[in-house]
C-alpha cells in the first residue's frame, strides 16, 4: 500500500456508529446539562467581563453589540456543522474523529495532533490567569504567597515557580480522572455560580442604564464593528469540546447537537446583556481598562459588584481549565485507541472508568508549562489551532454531505453548503490575520507531528493493521 493510500484511508462512518453503540469501557453519565455546562464552561471566561468593555471603547462603541452578533453568527456557522457530525458519528474524539471519518487518516491525524497542543496551552494559560485572581483574593484577605511561589522565573524579581497554577491544573486533573460524574457536577456547579454572577450584574446595572448613552451607537462605523467582532470571535467558541465527551454521554445523539446549540446560544445572550447594560451605565469611552465592568460599577455607585465579578471570574476560569483538560484527555484517548499513538494513552481504568492515563499525562504537561514557563507568546498558538479545526469540521460537513446524502442525521446543518462556507471563510480570514511568529510555531509543530505520524501511526494504526483499502467508501 503506497503512502498516498496510507494517508486518505478513512473510518467508514457506519463502522463509527457501530462503535458508538459498544460497550467502551467509559462510564455513560453526562446528561443534556451537564454537557452544556461543559460548553459554558469553555466559551464563558473571564473574558465576560473584560473582552464587552475593551472591544466598546477602542474598536466598537456601544455597536460592540453588532461585534458579538456578527462573531456569534460566525461562530454558529462552526457550532451546526459540529452539531450534524455530533448526532451523526457520537464518538470520543471530536473534530479528529469527524476528519478522519471523511476527510481520511493523515487530515484526522494532524487535527488531533493539533489539538492535543491546543488544548494543554489554553489550560496552562488559563491557569495562569487563575494563579493572578487567586493571589489577589489572597493577598487582600492578608495571605500573600512567598515571592518564589508567586509565578514562573522571569516574570518577577525573586520568582521561581507558579505554585497556584500548578495547585490548581493538578486538583482538576484528579476530579477528571477518578470520576467522570463527580468532575461534571463540580463543573456544573461552577459555571452556574459563574452566570449566576453575571446575570445579577446584568439585573443590577439594568436600573441604571441610560438609553442616551448609546448615542452615537457606532463611533467608530462599521470598520471598527467588524474589527471588533475579529477579536471577540475568540471569546464565542468552546463548545467543541463536550463533544469529546460523546462516549460518556447518556443518549450522545439527541443531547450532544442540543448541547452545542444551547451552550452558545445562552453564552451569546449572556454578551449581548453585559454588552447593553455596560455601555448604557457609563461612557463607552471609559471602559479602555483591565477590569471595564468592575469599574463601570464603581462609577455607578456600586462598589459591591467587585466581590461578584471576582467569585464569578474564578469560577468561569475554573471551568475552561476543567473543559480544555477533559477535551485534551478525550482526544489522547481517541489517538491511542486508533492506534496513531501507542495504545497506551487509550488505557482506561478499571474502577474509575476514565482515560485516566492520558488525563493525568495531559494534566502534567499543563501543570508544568503553567508553573514554570512564561506563556505570553505561547499562547499566540491557541487561536490558529482552533480556527484549523473549524476549518476541517465545516469542509468535512460539506463533502459528506455531497459523498453521502442518504446517511441518518440526527440534526442537520441547514442551508448546506453556503453554512460551512461561512464558517471556513470567517476562520480564515481570522487566521490570516494572526502575527507571523504564529504560523512559524504552528508549523514546527505540525512538522513534529508529520515524523510522529510517518515513523509510527502511519504503521501501526487499527485501519493499517486492517489492511483497509483506501476505496474503502464513507
Known amino acids: 500500500m503506497g503512502l498516498i ?141 512567598p515571592t518564589w511561589a508567586q509565578g514562573a522565573w522571569g516574570t518577577g524579581p525573586g520568582r521561581v515557580v507558579n505554585l497556584p ?42 436600573a441604571y442604564v441610560k438609553p442616551e448613552r448609546w448615542h452615537p451607537f457606532m463611533p467608530f462605523g462599521m470598520h471598527g464593528v467588524v474589527t471588533g467582532a475579529a477579536v471577540v470571535f475568540f471569546a464565542v467558541f468552546g463548545y467543541d469540546m463536550l463533544t469529546t465527551a460523546a462516549e460518556e454521554s447518556r443518549n450522545p445523539q439527541r443531547d450532544l447537537p442540543r448541547a452545542v446549540l444551547l451552550s452558545l446560544g445562552i453564552a451569546m445572550l449572556l454578551y449581548f446583556a453585559i454588552c447593553l447594560v455596560l455601555t448604557g451605565i457609563v461612557p463607552y469611552t471609559t471602559l479602555d481598562n483591565d477590569a471595564p465592568v468592575a469599574n463601570a460599577f464603581i462609577r455607578i455607585g456600586m462598589p459591591w459588584t467587585m466581590a461578584v465579578i471576582s467569585l464569578a471570574s474564578v469560577c468561569g476560569i475554573t471551568s475552561v481549565i476543567f473543559a480544555n483538560l477533559l477535551a485534551g484527555a478525550r482526544i489522547g484517548f481517541s489517538l491511542g485507541r486508533d492506534g496513531l499513538l501507542p495504545g497506551w494513552f487509550a488505557g482506561i481504568h478499571p474502577r474509575w472508568r476514565t482515560p485516566h492515563r492520558a488525563t493525568f499525562l495531559l494534566g502534567t504537561v499543563t501543570a508544568v508549562a503553567a508553573g514554570l514557563f512564561p506563556l505570553d507568546e505561547l499562547a499566540k498558538l491557541v487561536n490558529i489551532g482552533v480556527l484549523g479545526a473549524f476549518i476541517v469540521i465545516c469542509t468535512a460537513v460539506a463533502v459528506l454531505r455531497w459523498r453521502r446524502p442518504d446517511l441518518h442525521r440526527p440534526f442537520r446543518t441547514p442551508w448546506v453548503p453556503v453554512v460551512p462556507l461561512i464558517g471556513v471563510g470567517f476562520s480564515c480570514w481570522l487566521i490570516w490575520g494572526l502575527p507571523a511568529v504564529t504560523y512559524v510555531r504552528f508549523a514546527l509543530w505540525l512538522l513534529v507531528g508529520c515524523m510522529v505520524y510517518l515513523g509510527y501511526g502511519r504503521r501501526h494504526s487499527r485501519l493499517a493493521q486492517r489492511n483497509t483499502p483506501a476505496s474503502e467508501t464513507v
Open 165 to 206: 497554577a500548578i495547585l490548581i491544573s493538578v486538583a482538576i486533573t484528579a476530579l477528571l480522572a477518578v470520576r467522570m460524574e463527580w468532575g461534571a457536577r463540580f463543573n456544573t456547579l461552577i459555571v452556574g455560580i459563574k452566570i449566576a454572577g453575571a446575570a445579577l450584574i446584568v439585573i443590577a446595572g439594568a
Open 5 to 145: 493510500d496510507d494517508i486518505t484511508r478513512r473510518k467508514p462512518v457506519e463502522s463509527l456508529q457501530r462503535e458508538a453503540g459498544q460497550g467502551t469501557g467509559l462510564r455513560r453519565v453526562l446528561g443534556l446539562w451537564q454537557l452544556t455546562a461543559i460548553g459554558l464552561g469553555g466559551i464563558i471566561g473571564v473574558g465576560i467581563f473584560v473582552l464587552t468593555g475593551t472591544v466598546a471603547a477602542t474598536q466598537a462603541g456601544p455597536a460592540v453589540l453588532l461585534s458579538f452578533l456578527l462573531a456569534g453568527i460566525a461562530s454558529a456557522a462552526a457550532a451546526l456543522c459540529y452539531a450534524e457530525f455530533a448526532g451523526l458519528i457520537p464518538v470520543t474524539g471530536s473534530a479528529y474523529t469527524y476528519g478522519y471519518a471523511v476527510l481520511g487518516e493523515f487530515a484526522g491525524w494532524i487535527i488531533g495532533w493539533d489539538l492535543l497542543l491546543e488544548y494543554a496551552l489554553i489550560a496552562a494559560v488559563v491557569a495562569v490567569g487563575w494563579s493572578g485572581y487567586a493571589q489577589v483574593l489572597l493577598n487582600n484577605f492578608g495571605l500573600p504567597l
